[in-house]
C-alpha cells in the first residue's frame, strides 16, 4: 500500500506545477524552490522506485527563513565515497551541486561524516556527537547495508534506527534514510531482504523520508544496463554516486512540499 501511495503521489508531480503552486498559495512559509533538475538519462527510474514520500517540515522552515541550510550527511563507504575517482565524486558532493542549482542559490551546506565499514549501532553513537558539532537541520543517514553483511538481528537493527531516528524528531531535525545498494550477488540474501523490509517499515511507522536505493539500483542495472558498480562489483562507482545524488535531491525537493504524512504499519516493499 505504502509503495502505491509513493507510486500516486510522485506521479501527481511532474514537478510540482499546479499542485506546488496551490501550495504556496495556501502556506506563505512555504519554500520557493524550482523544480529539481530532470534526472540524467542512465539515472531515470520509476518514481516509486525512488523514494516514499514523507514531509521535511524543519528542512522547509529553514528555507523559507531564507536561513542557511545545515544537511549532515552520515554513514559507511557509499557516504564516503569508495569507488567514486575522487572526493568531490562521492554522493553528497554532487548532491551539494544539484541543490544548490535547484533551489536558486539558496545556500545549503552539507557536511560529510561517512565512515567505511560502520553498522548503524556505531554510526547512531557517533551521529550524537556529529549533531551536537554541526547541529544540522537534516540528516541523511545511509545505512543498512554493512548490518545485513555482518548479520545483525532485524529485531535489534530496527530498535537501532527507531531509538535515533525519534531521538533526532524531538530535537527538530529531519530525518532521511537512504537505505541499502543494489548488488545482484545479494539479491537473494536473507538477511538482507528482512534489512530492507525492516527499514521500509521503520520508514512508513515513522513518517520520515526513505530513499529506496536497492529499488532504484536495480531499475538501472537490469532495465538500463548501466554500469554503476566499480570493479568490486559492490560498491558504486561515479555514476552510481551521480544517481545516488540525484534520487536524493529529486526526493528531497519533491517532499518540500508534503506537509502531512500519515504513518501507515505492518507494510512492506
Known amino acids: ?25 495556501e502556506d506563505a512559509a512555504a519554500p520557493k524552490a524550482g523544480e529539481p533538475p530532470p534526472l540524467s538519462a542512465q539515472c531515470q527510474a520509476p518514481a516509486s ?8 517540515p524543519n528542512f522547509a522552515a529553514v528555507l523559507a527563513a531564507k536561513k542557511k541550510a545545515r544537511v549532515l550527511a552520515i554513514g559507511s563507504s557509499s557516504t564516503y565515497g ?5 572526493r568531490s565524486r562521492n554522493y553528497p558532493s554532487q548532491l551539494h551541486e544539484i541543490l544548490g542549482k535547484a533551489l536558486n ?14 553498522v548503524a549501532a556505531t554510526t547512531a553513537e557517533r551521529l ?7 547541529r544540522p537541520d537534516l540528516v541523511l543517514w545511509q545505512l543498512g547495508t554493512n548490518d545485513a553483511l555482518s548479520r545483525v538481528p532485524p ?6 534506527v527507531r531509538s535515533t531516528v525519534d531521538w533526532l524528531k524531538a530535537d527538530k531535525i529531519d530525518v532521511v534514510l537512504v537505505g541499502l545498494q543494489y548488488t545482484p550477488k545479494l539479491a537473494r540474501d536473507k538477511n538482507y531482504e ?10 512508513a511507522q515513522e513518517g520520515v523520508l526513505y530513499i529506496r536505493r536497492y529499488d532504484a539500483m536495480r531499475f538501472i542495472a537490469q532495465a ?6 566499480a570493479q568490486d562489483q559492490f560498491h558504486l562507482n561515479d555514476l552510481g554516486y551521480r544517481c545516488m545524488a540525484e534520487h536524493v535531491a529529486q526526493a528531497m525537493i519533491a517532499n518540500l512540499f508534503v506537509r502531512r504524512f500519515r504513518p501507515t504499519s505492518g507494510n512492506t516493499p
Open 155 to 160: 529485531d535489534q537493527f530496527e530498535q537501532t
Open 194 to 203: 528482512e534489512i530492507r523490509d525492516t527499514l521500509f517499515k521503520i520508514s
Open 1 to 25: 500500500m505504502a509503495r502505491k501511495v509513493a507510486g500516486l503521489f510522485f506521479a501527481s508531480l511532474t514537478f510540482v506545477g499546479s499542485a506546488a503552486l496551490a501550495a504556496q498559495a
Open 224 to 229: 538500463r544496463a548501466a554500469p554503476v558498480l
Open 49 to 56: 522506485d525512488i523514494a516514499a514520500p514523507a514531509p521535511l
Open 82 to 86: 569508495v569507488g567514486a575517482s575522487s
Open 128 to 134: 550524537r556527537t556529529e549533531v551536537a558539532v554541526s
Open 105 to 118: 542559490g539558496v545556500d545549503v551546506e552539507i557536511v560529510n561524516r561517512g565512515v567505511s565499514g560502520e
